[in-house]
Each structure stands twice: as C-alpha cells, then as structure tokens.
C-alpha cells in the first residue's frame, strides 16, 4: 500500500483519465494530483487516484524496478502482486461516459 | 510458496547496475564502522521498503553492526483489534461491508471478516474506494466501505467523499496517519533507533517537510527513500552519514517523486475530510493524533454514527492462546525480529497466520516467510 505505480496517460475526459500500464487500459481518477495533466504524460498512481505527474526525465528511472518486478516475479512474489493490485484499482474502462 | 534461493537473491541485487551497487554496499560498511557502534539501527516505515530489503537480499551486503529493523509500516498490521470487530459486527449484522483484500484475514478479538464472509456475511473485497462507491450505486442496501492504510490511501478516501456518494454508502474509517508513530517508536524508552528511513510515496502526498519538526525534536535524522534498489542503499548510506555526523536532518533522497512540500491538493482534500484523533495501533500503543477520523461534517457518511455497533458479542470470546503468544506488537515496535517468535514459521505460516505481521504483503513476518527473512551469504558460502 505504500507503493504507487506509474502509467502513461492515454487521454482525459475531465477528471478521468485513460492510463496504460504495460498495455492494459484502466481509468484513473485525476482529484488529487496537483500538476495539470495531459495526454503523453506518466502518473503515479495509488489505489485509482493519480497522485503525482511525473517528470518527463524521471520516467526511465521511476519505470526500471516496476519493468524489472513484472518481468521476472513469480505469482507468489509479494512486491509484484502489490503491483499488480495497484493496476486492479483503476476502474476498468468502459465505453460510456459517467462515474 | 517458493522462496527464490539465496543465490538468486544475490544475482538479483545485481540486476541494477552493479557497480553502483557495490559501491553504496561499500559505502554502507564504511559509514557503520565510522559510527563505531553495534548494532547500529535504523528504521524504515514502510512495507514496500521491507519487500524491497528482503526481495533484492540488501540485507545480504548490510554489515553485521547495521541493524535494519522494520517499524509500524504496515497499515494493515496497526490496525487495531476493535476497528476490525466494528467491520465485523457490521458485517455479520447484515450489512455489506467492502474492503482492501489484505484485512479480510486479520482477525479482531474472536474472528476474521473472511471467517464472517464464510459463514455467509456479505463481505467484498475492493482494489479502490471507487470500486465500493460503485458497488453502492449498484445496490439498494447500506454499504459499509472499511477503510485501511496510511495518508496515501486516506487522500483516496477523501476525494471519493468529495467527489459525491450515493446515500447508502458510509465510511467506516481505520485510516492511520505515519508521522505521530514515529514518534512514539522514537520516545520508547528501549529504542534503539538512531534514525529512520521515511516512505517515499507516502511522502508524495505530505511532502519531506512534515518529518522537520520530528528531526529537530527528537534529535534524530529522516530520509525519505524510493523503493528500487538502488533507492534504499543510496537512503541508507545518506542516513548513516547524517547518524555518523549527529545531523538531526531531513534529506529527500527521492526527488523524483518527492518535494518538501509534498501534493497540497491532496493534503487540502485530506484535511476537509480527516481529522487527526487518537488512538491505538495494534501491538504499538495508543498513538495520539496517530488515527484519521471523518469530521463533524462528513457524519452522515461515518459509520460509526450512522449504524449502532454492538462488539459485546466479539468481546464475549476469548482470545486464543496462540493469539497471546504472538509477538507481532514487539516485531513492529522494532524490538524483536520475525525470528524471535516461537511462532514464526511454526505455528504461524502464511497460509495459516496467526498475527496480522503474517497476514499483510506488507507484514514483516511475510516478507521474511516469503523471501527467506535474513540471508547470510557469507555463512552460506563457507558451508
């Protein structure tokens, strides 16, 4: 719970986000972070709510350890299904506009 | 449950840049020996801090005099026996009760939500906040979302509540706040801990500045930390340096993702909507403004005032004598390690646990069951 997980934001519909994380779509909420957002930038994300826009020359850095956890964890690896569960909390994405 | 090998930890450590690695592992035995004592300890509070320490075998290239202890850094795990009897007695009073997956094995005095959801209660288990809202939009009756986890997750909270929800939803709050444990860790009278490493995305949202007071008062300094590898051997060698130098400081060795004032959306929302208060942390103690309660004016969303909780009936049942044998409360203090327990391993495994340490991802106990807990190349190379 401590660990938040960036994605790249796809497009936004006022404070909702489209996000990928390594190629699945999900939709974050956007009341909380305090930089404006756009589409192109990376997010770090907590329980459905993007907490902080990361800078674009932070991004390589801020991805390697998640890159690296999902690559090699097995399905017991505690690191990577607290990962995995941050990228479950965003709302899957759906068609229709609404909450 | 396969603990990846000794070995594997080790080329692990690697997979990041070796040389810097070596480097800051050197750093680290150097700075401990300048220091001079042993142990030396520190204290990160943080479960992604652990999981990183123990799935990476950092504690492999700690020297011997450095000890790295894990404090109340597990939100689940501080949860209190109460908070969850209140999810329980709600639950098994008929009313649908949603809630993180890590808490639904912690049990309160007698059971767990899990045991409750067996015996047919309507327990659910949510990813976010906004999953709950969306499951009582969905539904006719009360729902209860039970809300665990520190100020990163409390702002979640929060913006759910102010973002609008349907009349039949209610929040029973067991939102924890890091900062006023620390210093009750720091004021017990048998710490050890000469300074603590400070999580790195909780700090995301209250910004470094709020451990500046603690540093000066307690006379102790705090880094906050990332999580890759890399990240929390270049916090410690930082902290060291400030434990070598007697430097009551606050160093942000995590400016990616940190600033000193932290996300002031996110603390604005947090604030209108919690209100410090305190209370007590499982097997730490009572922590005064350590709980994050609704104001006065969410009380038509707080369970705890819309619905009449009766815990008499958990009360009623005694503890189990496993249950007083657990040493979860010391573990998390930092006093004792995952292996001082006479349960560890034995009678409490992960897929048995006794203590909330061994139920959470984020609990010192599971980290160490799943990972291998305290890896000593050096003895496992003479074997």
């Known amino acids: 719970m401590c660990l938040g997980v960036p994605g790249r934001v796809i497009e936004i519909d006022g404070l909702l986000a489209t996000v990928d994380f390594w190629g699945v779509r999900r939709q974050v909420r956007l009341d909380v972070v305090d930089e404006p957002v756009a589409a192109g930038d990376y997010v770090l994300n907590h329980v459905g709510f993007a907490i902080r826009r990361i800078h674009e020359s932070e991004i390589e850095t801020t991805l390697a350890l998640y890159e690296q956890l999902l690559r090699e964890a097995d399905e017991d690896d505690l690191m990577a299904a607290d990962v995995r569960g941050e990228v479950e909390a965003s709302a899957k994405r759906r068609d229709k506009k609404g909450q | 449950m396969s603990a990846p090998s000794r070995e594997a930890q080790a080329r692990q450590l690697r997979f990041r840049d070796p040389a810097e690695a070596r480097a800051l592992a050197a750093r680290i035995a150097q700075l401990t020996e300048q220091i001079g004592r042993d ?284 249950l007083r044998q657990c040493r979860c409360g010391d573990i998390r203090a930092g006093l004792a390690r995952p292996s001082d327990c006479a349960l560890f391993g034995r009678a409490c495994t992960a897929d048995a646990p006794v203590g909330a340490c061994m139920v959470s991802s984020e609990g010192t106990c599971r980290i160490w069951a799943q990972y291998g807990g305290h890896p000593d190349l050096e003895t496992e190379a003479q074997q």
């Open chain 2, 39 to 322: 142990p030396v300890a520190v204290m990160h509070v943080c479960g992604s801090h652990e999981q990183a320490i123990a799935r990476f075998g950092l504690r492999a290239v700690f020297p011997k005099a450095l000890d790295v202890i894990m404090g109340p850094g597990c939100p689940v795990c501080v949860t209190d026996v109460p908070e969850i009897d209140e999810a329980l007695a709600l639950a098994e009073a008929g009313v649908r009760v949603a809630t993180y997956g890590d808490i639904l094995r912690v049990r309160g005095s007698s059971r767990s939500l899990a045991d409750a959801k067996a015996a047919g209660a309507r327990v659910e288990v949510v990813y976010s906040v906004t999953q709950a809202v969306e499951l009582a939009r969905a539904s006719e009756g009360p729902l209860v979302f039970f809300a665990t986890g520190f100020e990163t997750t409390a702002v979640a909270t929060a913006a759910a509540l102010l973002a609008g929800t349907p009349p039949n939803f209610s929040v029973l709050s067991a939102h924890k706040y890091i900062p006023p444990a620390m210093e009750i860790v720091a004021e017990m009278p048998d710490t050890r801990v000469e300074g603590f490493l400070a999580a790195g995305h909780a700090a995301t949202i209250t910004g470094a500045r709020v451990f500046e007071a603690f540093a000066a008062r307690h006379r102790l300094p705090v880094v906050v930390a990332g999580f890759e590898p890399l990240d929390v051997l270049a916090g410690l060698a930082r902290l060291l340096e400030l434990v070598r130098d007697g430097r009551a400081e606050v160093a942000n060795m995590y400016p990616r993702c940190v600033t000193r004032e932290g996300n002031r959306v996110a603390q604005e929302q947090l604030w209108r909507v919690f209100r410090p208060m305190g209370g007590c942390w499982r097997g730490i103690a009572h922590v005064p403004n350590g709980n994050l309660r609704l104001r006065d004016e969410w009380a038509h969303v707080d369970a705890r005032r819309r619905f009449d909780i009766d815990l008499a009936p958990l009360r009623a049942d005694a503890p189990s004598g496993l």
